[in-house]
């Protein structure tokens, strides 16, 4: 499926971004990054770095002319990424939806849902998303890309 085809379905509108709002979701994700590394319940840093993950996807979705409709909000963003970024990337996103039901279950169902290997990776992953969204967006969205940005 294409994310044409996703809108068509009802699961995406369009949507016209900004280098204003790109800029503000990737200072979202380096907040999160340094936040998720903080002393807190290995349960809450694991969500915060899954926020980061998000936005990155979110990033990938509104550069391409898209915002997820609310249904399934979280879960269309992830799968998004490899209809985006490509096929190489259909293992990663099952990990973020992994991480995306792990995160549920610490938020709403109960405590010691993560431990502190689990953070590690997840952050270490978002990092390393980041400097690929940040490759994409330079090669396919040179525009939304500003000198605020940090192009780590």
């Not at 900004?18 to 319940?41: P, T």
């Not at 010691?112 to 952050?123: H, K, M, T, W, Y």
């Amino acid at each position: 499926m294409s994310l044409k085809q996703w809108a068509d379905n009802g699961w995406l509108r369009s949507h016209k971004t900004s280098s204003q709002e790109i800029n503000d979701l990737l200072r979202i994700v380096d907040r999160d990054l340094q936040d998720a590394a903080g002393k807190i319940s290995a349960d809450w840093q694991f969500g915060i770095a899954y926020n980061a993950a998000l936005k990155l996807c979110t990033v990938l979705l509104y550069a391409s002319g898209y915002k997820p409709e609310k249904a399934l909000q979280h879960y269309r963003s992830i799968q998004a990424l490899p209809l985006i970024l490509g096929n190489t990337y259909k293992e990663d996103a099952k990990y973020l939806d992994t991480c995306r039901n792990k995160r549920n279950a610490a938020e709403y169902d109960y405590v010691g849902v993560a431990c502190s290997d689990d953070v590690g990776e997840l952050i270490e992953f978002v990092k390393e998303l980041r400097v690929e969204i940040m490759k994409w967006l330079a090669a396919n969205h040179p525009r939304l890309i500003t000198d605020k940005i940090n192009h780590k």
